[in-house]
């Protein structure tokens, strides 16, 4: 998909944050893998079952549910959720032991894709539920409590969104100044080495007033940054207020009259889908940060054509031009796969090829894994893994030398940092500078939420770091610590 949205992205999956520790309450553990879409999905599931009593826990041993949130885009990740699931049994076990009571719940991409085969795997689990009937959660939980094994990955009818609770100005608080917004779900493309059409289905926006009514309780919050989500968030659209059909250049355009939200993003694009609108939002909105995240996935047209992206590589690259053109200090990222069926060196060499003349800011790049179902994983023309991994050094030691250089020309530019969380060291805060990178500042320079203006100093190797312009060069000894 064009989620880019990976574990690979984002780190080691995360559990998400404790909230409303209460004795009393029972207690829910959420482990969220893969993309920023789970991660959204995550909290609501949260805020659904906080209605139900729940409160949140970061300990797995003290839950009385523990719910996985997974992800089916590669092997290894749909993988990773049965090890787990193996060391959740030992701690079932141990908890019946002291008369306590675990419901073991799998959610995500795996239970869509692979629904009662979970539980015929690994019968510890108590309930299944794909990411289409979340807003039945609740009371998928209370049935299975009951002794019923569910398996819900049935598509519902009725609107998910509409049926989740919004989350509580408290919950919002406490998830931080940043915040996604699912707005799309769904994609109707049918890249041949993709998942996502058979595990979210179509293709569904959000409606726009749905969209203005949850970014501005985002805002009234606190939350400055929304980034908008879709597994092809460019193929948002919706009805206008006014009775008209809104892209999400349009949309941007609205969102970006919130006060107090200061800053946009969204996630992740498809290329046919850029059209002249969302184009002229990164030229006209100061708000919306110049950062695209835009995948290509190959640069030779063979492989583009045999993994269906309905765009060659020419296309993309007259794409790029646009976009510059309209906004020139956008920094790009992609995503990347080498060994797909049929791959060969000189195929390769055309990936290195544009790789080198977009020149990314940042990027993701993963060994081809043929997914059951998908039309990849039937072609007889399989790349051998070894010639795989030979291609993706090479390829990922040249997008680290382009992320690294573009972080290097930053040193000695002022730019607006995003003050997100306290850093790894005390006295430090980290934020985002508006191409995404950490950037790293004594936590004098201001509070969390602010946005200051600060010059890059030095540029670590996962960190960017600064001084604030209006500080004079003794206070910012305390920000040159170790790198995050
Ligand atoms: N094998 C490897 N990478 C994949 N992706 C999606 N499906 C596969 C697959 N079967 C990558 C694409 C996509 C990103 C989220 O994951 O690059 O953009
Ligand atoms: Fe993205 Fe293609 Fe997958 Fe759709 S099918 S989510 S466009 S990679």
């Known amino acids: 998909m064009e989620q880019n949205l990976t574990t690979e992205r984002s780190g080691s999956p995360a559990s998400i944050e404790a909230e409303a520790k209460s004795p009393t309450r029972k207690k829910v553990f959420v482990k969220t893998y893969g993309c920023q879409m789970n991660v959204y999905d995550s909290?609501?599931?949260a805020d659904a079952l906080a209605q139900d009593g729940y409160g949140l826990t970061d300990a797995i041993e003290d839950a009385d549910l523990v719910l996985l949130n997974t992800c089916h885009i590669r092997e290894k990740a749909a993988e990773k959720v049965y090890s787990e699931l193996g060391r959740i049994r030992v701690l079932k076990e141990e908890r019946a032991r002291q008369g306590r009571e675990t419901m073991?719940?799998?959610a995500g991409c795996v239970a869509q894709a692979e629904g009662q085969e979970i539980l015929r795997r690994a019968p510890v689990v108590d309930l299944v539920i794909g990411p289409q009937t979340y807003h039945r959660l609740p009371s998928v939980v209370r049935r299975a409590r009951a002794g019923e094994k569910i398996v819900e990955t049935e598509y519902a009818i009725e609107d998910k969104f509409?049926?989740?609770?919004?989350?509580?100005?408290k919950a919002v608080r406490s998830r931080g100044v940043t915040a996604f917004l699912t707005v799309q779900e769904g994609c109707d493309k049918f890249c041949t080495f993709c998942v996502v059409p058979y595990t979210r289905g179509a293709e569904v926006s959000r409606p726009v007033s749905q969209v203005v009514a949850e970014a501005e309780?985002?805002?009234?919050?606190g939350v400055r940054e929304v980034t908008?989500?879709?597994q092809n968030v460019n193929a948002w659209h919706g009805e206008g207020p006014d009775g008209s059909e809104w892209g999400l250049g349009r949309l941007l355009f609205r969102l970006a009259e919130i006060p107090g939200l200061d800053r946009l993003r969204y996630t992740t694009s498809h290329p046919r889908d850029m059209d002249d609108e969302l184009i002229a939002a990164h030229r006209d909105l100061d708000k919306l940060m110049p950062y695209l995240h835009l995948p290509v996935q190959a640069g030779s047209d063979r492989i583009l054509k045999a993994m269906n992206r309905r765009?060659?590589?020419?296309?993309y690259m007259r794409l790029i031009e646009r976009i510059r053109a309209a906004r020139?200090?956008?920094a790009m990222s992609g995503d990347f796969i080498v060994g797909f069926p049929g791959e060969t060196d000189e195929d390769f060499e055309d990936t290195m090829r544009i790789v080198r003349d977009v020149n990314y800011a940042q990027a993701f790049s993963f060994k081809y894994s043929p997914r059951p179902g998908t039309p990849g994983a039937e072609m007889d023309n399989q790349v051998p893994e070894e010639v795989k991994d030979e291609r993706l050094q090479r390829l990922q030691a040249l997008l680290a030398e382009q992320q690294r250089a573009f972080a290097q020309s930053l040193v000695g530019r002022e730019i607006d940092l995003l003050l997100?969380?306290?850093?790894?060291?005390?006295?430090?805060?980290v934020g985002r500078s508006p191409w995404l990178q950490p950037v790293i500042v004594d936590e004098r320079a201001g509070r969390i939420g602010d946005i200051i203006r600060v010059r890059i100093t030095r540029a670590g190797s996962h960190s960017l770091f600064c001084q604030p312009v209006d500080w004079k060069a003794d206070l910012t000894e305390a920000a040159k610590g170790g790198s995050v």
């Open 43 to 45: 909290q609501r599931m």
């Open 104 to 106: 073991i719940g799998v």
């Open 162 to 169: 509409e049926h989740l609770p919004a989350p509580e100005r």
């Open 217 to 221: 309780r985002l805002a009234e919050a």
């Open 228 to 230: 908008l989500l879709g």
């Open 311 to 315: 765009h060659t590589a020419a296309d």
């Open 328 to 330: 020139p200090d956008i």
């Open 420 to 429: 997100e969380k306290p850093g790894r060291i005390d006295g430090q805060l």
